[in-house]
């Protein structure tokens, strides 16, 4: 059995358990998932593509214009996958799916008039990656630890945070990464905001660099932080702090465990490293797949760690982050997006990334 007719079996198991006739998929990221990678979108800044997938338990659907079609069969082998394509001319109104599933009960992954709205239910489904997807996964996250380390190397004081980021595109894009969120701060910037769109601010000393990169539908996430000239004592301990954290959440992120469990021991790993109060000023991260983060952990979170799911964790402390995206094992976790020799800081055997001193 193929891969492709692989997950449209689990699909169609999830459909029957939540007595579905038919999943409509309009995001570029379902779209991906269920056809084993494919590219719905044109606009990288959009949520849903310019094709759709109808499913049900005897058909599926591919449903686009006549623009999209040849790329989506010659380039994306959709048609050698099995989808049926429904065309329509790009000016003309697209097949009507409520037609198509005609005496169905149909799910969404989105909101759409009188359908289900079953987003929250898939992104678990979504987590739940096939061995192929969890080596798409390890190919990504090394061309995003790549790209971060090249880029790092071309930091210089004088730049500003927008030619940092033209920096990190580049690199992620040159080896076939869309750089869908790219974040840089420098100097004070890093502690006034945790989510920093670039701006035209110069570089003096300290420059934090944040990317999530999307190959094949899969996204992983990835920070690192360059300082020129001696560190502070601030930052040191920050690190320090941050990387206990850190370390917390790589090794209790195991099989069985529920991310409330979790959350919980993070908690009091910030307290223990002095800083009880920074988990609230930001998300602490969750499980990946299609979207930068699936989900993310919150106190008393249900969902329980499996084998083969991914997860980017990024804790921070004002003005210091710490984010790799790793992949549970059997019998331990791997961090995917480890750059091979970049600073650590070595809590309990396993290590985390300190900043980058120049």
């Given at each position: 059995m193929?891969e492709?007719?692989?997950?449209?079996?689990?699909?169609?198991?999830?459909?029957?358990?939540?007595?579905?006739?038919?999943?409509?998929?309009q995001?570029?990221?379902?779209?991906?998932?269920?056809?084993?990678?494919?590219?719905?979108?044109?606009?990288?800044?959009?949520?849903?593509?310019l094709?759709?997938?109808?499913?049900?338990?005897?058909?599926?659907?591919?449903?686009?214009?006549?623009?999209?079609?040849?790329?989506?069969?010659?380039?994306?082998?959709?048609?050698?996958?099995?989808?049926?394509?429904?065309?329509?001319?790009?000016?003309?109104?697209?097949?009507?799916?409520?037609?198509?599933?005609?005496?169905?009960?149909?799910?969404?992954?989105?909101?759409?008039?009188?359908?289900?709205d079953?987003?929250?239910?898939?992104?678990?489904?979504?987590v739940?990656?096939?061995?192929?997807?969890?080596?798409?996964?390890?190919?990504?996250?090394?061309?995003?630890?790549?790209?971060?380390?090249?880029?790092?190397?071309?930091?210089?004081?004088?730049?500003?945070?927008?030619?940092?980021a033209?920096?990190?595109?580049?690199?992620?894009?040159?080896?076939?990464?869309?750089?869908?969120?790219?974040?840089?701060?420098?100097?004070?910037?890093?502690?006034?905001?945790?989510?920093?769109?670039?701006?035209?601010?110069?570089?003096?000393?300290?420059?934090?660099?944040i990317?999530?990169?999307?190959?094949?539908?899969?996204?992983?996430?990835?920070?690192?932080?360059?300082?020129?000239?001696?560190?502070?004592?601030?930052?040191?301990?920050?690190?320090?702090?941050?990387?206990?954290?850190?370390?917390?959440?790589?090794?209790?992120?195991?099989?069985?465990?529920?991310?409330?469990?979790?959350?919980?021991?993070?908690?009091?790993?910030?307290?223990?490293?002095?800083?009880?109060?920074?988990?609230?000023?930001?998300?602490?991260?969750?499980?990946?797949?299609?979207?930068?983060?699936?989900?993310?952990?919150?106190?008393?979170?249900?969902?329980?760690?499996?084998?083969?799911?991914v997860?980017?964790?990024?804790?921070?402390?004002?003005g210091?982050?710490?984010?790799?995206?790793?992949?549970?094992?059997?019998?331990?976790?791997e961090?995917?997006?480890?750059?091979?020799?970049?600073?650590?800081?070595?809590?309990?055997?396993?290590?985390?990334?300190?900043?980058?001193?120049?």
């Amino acid at each position: 059995m193929s891969e492709g007719q692989r997950k449209l079996e689990i699909i169609r198991n999830w459909m029957t358990g939540h007595n579905l006739g038919g999943l409509y998929l309009q995001s570029a990221g379902s779209f991906a998932w269920a056809t084993c990678g494919a590219s719905s979108y044109i606009n990288t800044a959009t949520t849903n593509g310019l094709a759709s997938l109808l499913i049900t338990q005897d058909h599926q659907y591919l449903i686009t214009s006549n623009i999209e079609a040849p790329r989506l069969e010659k380039e994306e082998q959709l048609i050698a996958q099995g989808w049926d394509f429904k065309v329509s001319p790009w000016h003309m109104s697209l097949p009507d799916i409520m037609e198509l599933s005609r005496g169905l009960t149909l799910g969404s992954d989105g909101p759409l008039t009188g359908v289900l709205d079953v987003s929250a239910d898939l992104a678990r489904l979504r987590v739940n990656l096939t061995p192929e997807e969890d080596q798409r996964f390890r190919e990504l996250s090394d061309v995003c630890a790549k790209a971060m380390q090249a880029s790092i190397q071309k930091v210089k004081p004088g730049q500003t945070e927008y030619q940092i980021a033209a920096i990190l595109a580049a690199e992620a894009e040159a080896q076939g990464a869309q750089a869908i969120v790219n974040l840089i701060a420098t100097d004070e910037r890093i502690f006034s905001y945790r989510h920093p769109l670039p701006t035209a601010k110069k570089l003096e000393k300290y420059a934090m660099l944040i990317l999530c990169g999307r190959k094949n539908g899969l996204i992983c996430s990835i920070t690192r932080l360059v300082h020129f000239g001696p560190l502070p004592d601030d930052l040191k301990r920050k690190g320090d702090a941050c990387a206990r954290v850190d370390a917390a959440f790589i090794s209790s992120t195991r099989p069985g465990r529920s991310l409330g469990d979790i959350f919980d021991i993070i908690i009091k790993a910030y307290s223990d490293a002095g800083y009880p109060d920074e988990w609230r000023k930001h998300h602490q991260g969750g499980a990946c797949g299609y979207e930068p983060r699936e989900y993310l952990a919150v106190p008393g979170s249900p969902e329980r760690v499996v084998v083969g799911q991914v997860y980017a964790w990024n804790p921070s402390i004002t003005g210091y982050k710490s984010e790799d995206t790793m992949l549970v094992g059997k019998t331990h976790n791997e961090v995917l997006t480890a750059i091979p020799g970049w600073p650590e800081i070595v809590v309990d055997g396993i290590p985390r990334p300190s900043i980058l001193v120049v």
